[in-house]
C-alpha cells in the first residue's frame, strides 16, 4: 500500500494495511471539555466527507458512539501536536489542544480528498518543528487580490498548518486621512482587515501587519 500524500508529511505516519470504508450514515463526536471551541474544526471534516466522499455525518459534543470521534489530551506533550488513529472500525482524532485538534482535522480532510470513502488504516502522529510558520504575500507591486483570493489563500495555507499570514502593503491601504496615497490602487479597506483577521483566526493563522512606511 502507498503512502498517502499530504502535505506537510507527518512526523509519524504507520500504515497498518487495512481499508476503512466510511458508512453513509454518521456521526462526529465532540468529547471535548468545550466543544464550541472545536466546532470549526469538526465542520471542515464535516464539509470534506460532503465534498469528497458524498456523505452526511452530523456533529454532537459528548461522549457518544460515533466513527470519528475528537477529543483532547495534554499527555501528547507538545503544543499544536495531534494523534489521528484510522482503524478498521472506526476514526479517533487526539489533540494536544485546540489547535492540535485543527490541524489533526486538516490531515484527516486531505486523507479524505485524496482516498474518498474507503481510507487507509493508519496511525499518525504529528507536530510542528517551527513555532512560527508564516508566509508573505506582496500585495503592493500587483493587482491586489479580491477578498475571494485571499479567503482562498488563507484556506490553503492553513491546511498547510502554516500559522502566520502578512500581507505587505505600501500605497493599497486605505487610509482615512490620506486619500491621495490609495486613490489610484484599489486599496484593502480597515473593515476587509478585519474580517480578515477573523478569518485567519478560526483558522489559527496569525495575521502580522507589514507596512513599508
Known sequence: ????????????????????????????????????????????????????????????????????????????????????????????????????VFYGAMTLVQLIQTSGRELPTLQIEDWPDFAARGVMLDISRDKVPTMETLYHLIDLLASWKINQFQLYTEHTFAYQKHRAVWAQASPITAEEILELDAYCRARHIDLVPNQNS
Not at 500500500?1 to 456521526?27: D, H, N, R, W
Open 1 to 100: 500500500m502507498m503512502k498517502p500524500l499530504l502535505l506537510p508529511y507527518p512526523q509519524k505516519l504507520a500504515l497498518t494495511g487495512e481499508i476503512f470504508s466510511l458508512p453513509t450514515a454518521g456521526l462526529i463526536a465532540l468529547n471535548v471539555p468545550h466543544p464550541a471551541g472545536q466546532f470549526f474544526a469538526a465542520q471542515q471534516i464535516q464539509a470534506a466527507l460532503q465534498t469528497y466522499a458524498g456523505i452526511n455525518w452530523s456533529i454532537a459534543g459528548g461522549a457518544v458512539a460515533a466513527p470519528l470521534t475528537i477529543r483532547m489530551d495534554d499527555m501528547l506533550d507538545r503544543a499544536e501536536s495531534y494523534r489521528l488513529v484510522i482503524g478498521a472500525d472506526g476514526i479517533e482524532l487526539v489533540g494536544y489542544d485546540t489547535a492540535g
